[in-house]
């Protein structure tokens, strides 16, 4: 899904003026943008309000801004009123959470991103061939409460390497595969399957793992900028699960400091002194815009040039829902 690095940023900075890095891929991703226009275009279709379940992505800007344009966001189907349009968020809902929908006789738009439900149907496909599925995943993150719901009683959850030890005993002659949430830390992961080997021979791993190309792509871009930038700054909210990761990639990747921050007034001048480079770098749900802002407000700082640095293009686009495309039929009724 993505190319060869290319990278277009100097290392060096031979005029002593202080410099941005702007890590690229960043900010939106095909399954946000895609959810992001289903909530804009079901607001045009049906009027508002149209209720959203959940942030329909993590960013608060994005929230706050459909949130004006007539969305209502919500913590659960009881809180919308029966037959209302009801969107599902980009990160995936469980069967029960159709089924409660149904129940009130919502009209249901799914949002969830395809590459999200690439994972519900290899949960639903491997639990009916007789497997327990190793979920690596957040506690309480929405994506993983949807994906664990395709099949509860053989889908166990580990949060991180701690989490291993909270597995049930399985035994030998058991079917036993991983799978992963989307967002996760691709390193981080992989150090958790390789341990997970050690300890179940039995393991199988997934035909492809699950961590999804936005993700991938947003890390390998800010490993190249935090090798060349002092602090790296990420621009996303704290319940976003792959912009908290950049950070930690960041650190990682051997940057001093990595802040991750909603908006641009949020960074401390403190976090400047004696930097002469900054990466910027935002997570899949957040717009452009508000880097631009970072960008901007880093020059009363005495930052001036910003130079792209692009390890892969991303060409993903996913259409919109069946019923909110343009050309669909079902439009008119
Ligand atoms: Fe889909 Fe990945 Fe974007 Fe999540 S981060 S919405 S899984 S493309």
Not at 98 to 123: G, M, S, W, Y
Not at 144 to 165: F, M, Q, R, S, Y
């Given at each position: 899904m993505s190319t060869p690095a290319i990278s277009t940023a100097t290392t060096t900075d031979a005029t002593g003026t202080k410099k941005i890095l702007l890590a690229s891929p960043r900010g939106y991703c095909a399954g946000v943008d895609r959810a992001v226009e289903t909530v804009e275009r079901a607001l045009e279709k049906y009027g508002a309000p149209v209720y959203v379940r959940k942030e329909i992505v993590h960013n608060k800007y994005v929230v706050d801004t459909l949130a004006k344009a007539g969305a209502i966001f919500v913590d659960d189907t009881d809180e919308v009123p029966p037959n209302a349009h009801l969107v599902f968020s980009?990160?995936?809902?469980?069967?029960?959470?159709?089924?409660?929908?149904?129940?009130?006789?919502?009209?249901?738009?799914?949002?969830?991103?395809?590459?999200?439900?690439?994972?519900?149907?290899?949960?639903?496909?491997?639990?009916?061939?007789?497997?327990?599925?190793?979920?690596?995943?957040?506690?309480?993150?929405?994506?993983?409460?949807?994906?664990?719901?395709?099949?509860?009683?053989?889908?166990?959850?580990?949060?991180?390497?701690?989490?291993?030890?909270?597995?049930?005993e399985f035994l030998h002659e058991e079917k036993l595969i991983w799978l992963s949430q989307t967002t996760l830390s691709v390193d981080e992961t992989m150090e958790i399957v390789d341990k997970l080997h050690e300890v179940y021979d039995n393991l199988e791993n997934p035909p492809s793992d699950d961590i999804c190309y936005a993700t991938q792509n947003r890390q390998v871009a800010v490993k190249k900028v935090a090798e060349q930038a002092e602090l790296i700054i990420v621009v996303g909210s704290q319940n976003s699960s792959n912009s908290k990761r950049l950070v930690e990639v960041a650190l990682d990747?051997?940057?001093?400091?990595?802040?991750?921050?909603?908006?641009?007034?949020?960074?401390?001048?403190?976090?400047?002194?004696?930097?002469?480079?900054?990466?910027?770098?935002?997570?899949?749900?957040?717009?452009?815009?508000?880097?631009?802002?970072?960008?901007?407000?880093?020059?009363?700082?005495?930052?001036?040039?910003?130079?792209?640095?692009?390890?892969a293009q991303e060409k993903i686009v996913f259409s919109l829902p069946r019923v909110l495309r343009p050309s669909d039929r079902t439009q008119k009724r």
């Open positions: 980009a990160h995936g809902v469980s069967p029960a959470v159709h089924a409660a929908a149904a129940e009130r006789n919502h009209d249901t738009i799914d949002a969830t991103c395809p590459l999200v439900t690439k994972v519900h149907n290899e949960v639903k496909r491997f639990a009916k061939s007789g497997y327990h599925i190793i979920l690596i995943g957040h506690e309480g993150h929405e994506e993983v409460e949807g994906t664990a719901g395709e099949a509860p009683d053989v889908v166990h959850l580990v949060d991180g390497l701690e989490g291993i030890n909270t597995l049930p990747a051997g940057a001093a400091h990595s802040y991750l921050v909603d908006y641009a007034h949020q960074i401390d001048p403190a976090w400047l002194e004696g930097v002469n480079t900054v990466g910027i770098t935002s997570g899949a749900s957040v717009p452009e815009i508000l880097v631009q802002h970072v960008v901007e407000h880093l020059a009363q700082f005495g930052f001036g040039d910003a130079e792209e640095v692009t390890t």
